[in-house]
């Protein structure tokens, strides 16, 4: 029954455990974000950990083999979820829902290379919010581009939100000249922008994708224009080859529409037009961004001018970890499951990510997991009072109170003082306060270091020492 | 792209979604749970949903073939977990921890035969709480024990905890006659004692398991003692056969120190030994405990003379959920994955079938998820001033106010109220108010019913707003 030799112990590649305070951390931020969810009326959703694989086909495009499959052991075949958002259009189309606004937190799983110290897993935390629903155009995601600015504003992080449009990118194409047949591979060449240098991005366009050189100048051509919303709205509004193609002009009057939108709700001045957007799933229709942790700078946002020239300055930093939100509208993928399409615009918060970077400005300083420690004073003669110490456990149980004692017949007094050591309080008694019906309640924080094992503490009767106690705790944590 | 045809939309056999009130009401039964854990000092831990299939090895005895398998896709072996324990046995092995106090709520695998109104599920909650640590006999185990009377305390759930001992029981099969290459056999026989009349556990260790009929009616009159702990300790005590038999001392003095910690812990109330508890899992190794909904009952306990008798008695009622929840101690299986083996004792909690019993007493009135809706007076000649109730719902959402409004751009007055109903306010306006800098605030529940659109309700200035609706909020939510 014993380990096969060589076996070493460990999680699974990818994987790691949580606990105590990094996991009591890591909940605090998961509450900060699901009270702004809450705030604009979300509905928490649970599913399944994994679904039936043919509910996953064909929704990842190039990711597809990055899915999890469940072991056929007779019955149905099924994977692990890759995202919470294909879960999310099943159980609309299941439930016949028409409308909602989800939350939902959970795992997702990806066979993807790990890199642990950037905070890219296998397993890892998605953190999904969802508008489904036919709605007047934009209002819808707009407020999803809101809930990003609060959520971040409330996690006090400095972002910007990278947007762009599938019907612009489109519509670009088309006019820079890229055959109907080329359009997906050129576009998912150009979502590698935030990795690779233009020159990079060029050449696998020209030399890979078999794209004409002149063509892909045009297209590095538009997408320098990223950056200041007014101004790459002016750009594309202005160009008339532009204004001719039918998926630009929707896609523009889209984007007018949003930007009223974002100015009502004080959230454009975080957000930067980024021409070379793309997103790699298949199933995005319209609005697709991106969160990273850049502040935004006026034109010179994401993909300035110079980076396009330098391949030097499109690198990524030491300490990026990529974007860590990212969403869009997805108005088809609904409708693959059921009879009528339903429209839908989300985003996915990179949990996992977002912790890495906050994990710098973090305290981590512990906090005391006990609040009293429960003690007995034992010479040679006497017994260790286990009983008592129990009676007067429960006692504090029962008030909701954190409450520890030595698992000891006789333990002895430093040994139970060291247990205690950075606890706020300790409950000790010996036969004479027993015989009067009382305790000594002794405060052991702040000034704990000193280890006084002579202040033996207030006398308390075991009736009030409920009351006590919480009028110590209240002062020892205030301080 | 679309589904093939005759393909079923559903989740996977077992499983299923939780949504809304559900969720947050079974996150709240979570929240009681480990409030208990906390006060006990516990330390939260999260693992991986897989492990390595390795580490899941010869851990579950017969149960093995309910363990879900991922494919192998190149790369390491896992399996989906099928408990916490064995995770969390794993991570004491891997961090050579000695001493911890820890729980774990999450979800469990098992490719068992699903019962979902019975609250049986292939994905399901446990909820762990398990003390690991080298301590004075039976202060760990007597701990657990008041966990579970706590936790069914908070939750206001009246229960029995059926307790015996892997030694006890161990002494009981020698005595009885049963050979050593049977016990295990004989064991799981009789831990069908639940679910199964005497005779037909009889039927099957004689007939099945080749077991004399003389020493399965031995091990019968023995079982047929289970109940009041005092009676049946003195019982197993006062047999010459039995004090002669090395395992049934040892867990009879276990049980005598339990008994008068249970005692200090005001927990024996609730107990009852029932010799018939076997518990399937092959690492149990002294203590072990299963806790049902029946309350205790004295001498007639769970196993009672009569219900030996009759078979009829011993069938499961409709309501009866089975254990609500087990453990016990496992001494070696930490042992199993490092060099030291670390003595353990621990409770799991089902929730999934705790939901279940609580299901029927649980108040299904739907709480408002937003408290604020924010409508325009909007006539013919005017908008439907979109921009400006978004303004507003950017001012209440940063106040932390859960405020909506209609997602279009000139929605008319009774649709705005139609979405208002049940909420508790209205934040209404059109030209006149918002040329003052006002807006009006109507209180709309108690007496929504109504539905007066003419009460236009007060006046209140933009900048006192926020001030006005958390008056508002605290009037109504405390009526």
Not at 52 to 77: F, M, N, P, R
Not at 170 to 186: H, N, Q, T, W, Y
Not at 298 to 315: L, M
Request: charge should be negative.
């Amino acid at each position: 029954m014993s380990r096969r030799p060589g076996f070493e112990l460990k999680t699974p590649k990818g994987t790691r455990d949580w606990v105590g305070s990094d996991l009591a951390w890591r909940e605090d931020i998961f509450q900060t974000i699901s009270s702004v969810f809450k705030r604009h009326g979300g509905t928490p959703l649970d599913t399944p950990v994994f679904e039936l694989k043919e509910v996953l086909a064909e929704k990842y495009g190039e990711d597809a083999h990055l899915v999890y499959d469940l072991a056929d052991q007779g019955g149905e075949i099924c994977s692990l979820r890759f995202d919470l958002t294909v879960p999310f259009a099943r159980w609309l189309a299941m439930k016949k829902i028409t409308h909602v606004k989800r939350y939902q937190i959970a795992k997702v799983y990806r066979r993807d290379q790990p890199a642990i110290s950037r905070g890219r897993l296998r397993e890892f935390h998605q953190c999904d919010f969802d508008i489904a629903g036919l709605y007047d155009p934009m209002i819808a995601d707009a407020e999803i581009l809101s809930i990003i600015a609060e959520v971040f504003e409330a996690l006090d992080l400095k972002i910007t939100i990278k947007i762009n449009h599938r019907q612009i990118l489109d519509g670009l194409f088309a006019v820079a000249g890229v055959p109907d047949e080329k359009m997906r591979s050129i576009s998912s060449a150009l979502d590698k922008m935030d990795k690779m240098s233009w020159s990079e991005v060029k050449r696998e366009m020209v030399q890979e994708k078999g794209l004409l050189e002149e063509v892909a100048d045009r297209i590095g051509d538009y997408v320098r224009r990223s950056g200041d919303i007014y101004e790459v709205l002016q750009f594309l509004e202005s160009n008339p080859g532009f204004s001719a193609n039918e998926n630009m002009k929707a896609g523009l009057h889209d984007m007018r529409l949003l930007v009223s939108y974002l100015e009502a709700l004080d959230v454009v001045n975080k957000v930067s037009f980024d021409l070379s957007l793309a997103r790699g799933l298949d199933y995005y229709s319209g609005l697709i961004f991106e969160i990273i942790t850049k502040p935004p700078s006026g034109n010179v946002a994401v993909v300035s001018g110079e980076g396009i020239q330098s391949s030097e300055q499109r690198k990524p930093e030491p300490s990026q970890v990529g974007s860590i939100a990212a969403g869009g509208r997805y108005d088809s993928l609904v409708g693959m499951y059921g009879k009528r399409p339903i429209p839908c615009v989300g985003v996915s918060f990179g949990v996992d990510r977002i912790c890495t970077v906050l994990e710098e400005r973090r305290e981590k300083a512990q906090k005391p997991k006990i609040d009293v420690y429960i003690m007995a004073f034992s010479g040679k003669d006497s017994n260790g009072f286990l009983l008592e110490r129990m009676m007067v456990a429960r006692q504090l149980w029962d008030a909701g109170i954190r409450a520890e004692f030595a698992a000891k017949v006789k333990p002895n007094l430093p040994q139970q003082f060291k247990a205690a050591k950075d606890l706020p309080l300790a409950v000790i008694f010996g036969q004479d306060e027993l015989s009067a019906g009382q305790v000594r309640l002794k405060v052991l924080l702040p000034d704990n270091d000193e280890n006084d094992t002579k202040d033996r503490g207030q006398l308390v009767s075991r009736e009030d020492l409920v009351e006590e106690v919480k009028k110590l705790l209240k002062i020892t944590i205030s301080n």
